[in-house]
């Protein structure tokens, strides 16, 4: 089966779509703001270490394990460790890929919505209003129809991608999109620097200040820093596994993370410069970015074309990651049932959507299948955040310690670091300290599961 496996075209090619599913809504609307909140850059000095111990061990390890055996995570599991429960960790990772992509593809459609509001100057009449822009906000999310007829059309975007192959699919869109995600959010950072007052807000993200540095903004860095590179649930084993042998693993890897990490400055630069500039409330999340940026950018200058060009490299940032969610769902078809790539996108897409539209249904459209277990339920009161909350804060954790505990205990060190050498020049890698960057990664993210377990059985987090 693996000898007529889909490749990646070219090494460029594999980096930006490996980037291009780290870089995504994350990226934007919540780097920029626990940067600013949690001290700047005193934050982003403890978010760069945690990125480079938690982030790349896991991540160099997914690739490891995908171009090992040439199979998305189920097959991937199996094939190592054979006859054993490992391979239900590759069963989470396509059941959490199936939970993020249900509610990913509501926020998704509502960035098309927003394009098509800020082509025809639909921002104008919310000059400095956030109470006009929150009530059209509200008023769109929380209807019945006008979010599932975008969903779809996103939804619909992933599947054309995603059918069109490894090759002539993801790393042809990622090779387009990437380039241009920098090139606007670069020309917006330099619009947003050169407003009046728009170097506040880069103070806001890169004047270190200690002082607002928490042991939850730690807890909170750790958690982003596994989060944004779209660790545990076999992503990044999935596009590993289309990999030639000739690549270098590690570097591959640390491209990745600074391409990751650049963009999401760079995100950060251009917003805050913008918000700042106008006085405007630097809040956090959704609101910052349907909410406070509506209502900002119709100040400046040229606002409806900068804010359609905000919208539009968000999409594309939703997109690349979108399809990657989708591709961990459709190579298992492909891998272990021996589905045709047509019909497995085709199905699963659809599957997908349909959960979807009950996510975004449950925030005010009228039906919270949630609700049969009572108001309070335990994950949140909507479909839409159990199922947020079941994929960040318990899926994806358990699936990346799992992923770790994986290499040190069952892969072993020697067939792990036999696989990393390959294409790489250095033939001398220190197991040891391998070991220990993987264990270090596998404890913290083990503290932040238990984290959050403690915080939703007892009401109050040990941290944050
Ligand atoms: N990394 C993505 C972001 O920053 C979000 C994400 C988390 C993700 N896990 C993923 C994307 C898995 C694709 C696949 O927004």
């Known amino acids: ?65 995908g171009r090992k055996t040439l199979l998305s995570p189920v097959g991937a599991f199996e094939k190592i460790a054979p006859g054993t429960n490992w391979k239900y960790v590759g069963f989470l990772g396509v059941a959490s890929a199936f939970v993020i992509l249900s509610f990913y593809g509501v926020v998704g459609g509502w960035i ?61 869109w990622s090779k387009i999109m990437m380039p241009l995600i920098v090139v606007l959010l670069g020309v917006l950072a330099i619009r947003g620097m050169t407003l009046d007052g728009g170097m506040k807000g880069v103070s806001f993200l890169f004047n270190p200040r200690f002082g607002d540095l928490s ?28 990999l030639k042998k000739d690549q270098n693993l590690l570097s591959s890897a640390l491209w990745v993370i600074f391409l990751d990490t650049a963009i999401a400055m760079l995100a950060g630069v251009a917003i805050f410069t913008t918000v700042f500039a106008l006085g405007a409330d630097p809040a956090s999340g959704p609101g910052l970015i349907f909410v406070i940026l509506p209502s900002v950018f119709p100040e400046i200058a040229g606002g409806t074309i900068w ?25 298992y078809f492909i891998d272990q049932k021996g589905w045709s790539r047509k019909k497995s996108t085709l199905i699963f897409g659809s599957v997908i959507t349909i959960v979807g539209c009950f996510c975004s249904l449950s925030l005010g459209g009228g039906i919270n299948i949630i609700g049969i277990f009572g108001e309070d339920f335990f994950l949140g009161g909507t479909f839409f955040d159990v199922m947020d909350n079941l994929s960040g804060k318990y899926m994806l954790p358990i ?15 020697k067939d792990y670091i036999k696989e990393l050498s390959v294409g790489s020049d250095n033939q001398n890698i220190n197991p040891s300290i391998i070991k220990g960057f993987l264990i270090v990664a596998a404890v913290v993210v083990a503290f932040i599961i238990f984290n959050e377990f403690y915080a939703l059985l007892s009401g109050k987090a040990l941290v944050g």
């Open 215 to 242: 042991a939850s903004a730690i807890v909170l860095a750790l958690g982003h820093s596994f989060f944004t590179v779209s660790l545990g649930m076999g992503t990044m084993i999935t596009y590993g596994s289309y």
């Open 1 to 65: 089966m693996s000898n007529n496996r889909e490749q990646w075209g070219t090494r460029l090619g594999f980096i930006l779509a490996a980037s291009g599913s780290a870089v995504g809504i994350g990226n934007i609307w919540k780097f920029p703001y626990i940067a600013g909140e949690n001290g700047g850059a005193a934050f982003t000095i403890v978010y760069l270490a945690c990125i480079m111990i938690v982030g790349l061990s896991i991540l160099v390890a997914e690739f490891v394990i």
């Open 112 to 172: 098309l919505k927003y394009i098509t509001v800020s082509i025809v100057g639909g921002f104008d009449s919310f000059a400095s209003d956030t109470s006009a822009s929150g009530a059209l906000f509200n008023e769109f999310i929380t209807s019945a129809y006008s979010p599932l007829f975008y969903q779809l059309i996103f939804m619909g975007l992933c599947v054309f991608v995603i059918i069109r192959g490894v090759k002539g699919g993801i790393e042809k």
């Open 307 to 331: 804010s359609s060009i905000f919208f539009f490299l968000l999409f594309m940032a939703a997109l690349t990651s979108a399809i990657s969610i989708l591709e961990v769902v459709t190579a």
């Open 399 to 413: 699936g990346g310690m799992l992923t770790a505990l994986f290499v040190i205990n069952k892969m072993g060190m």
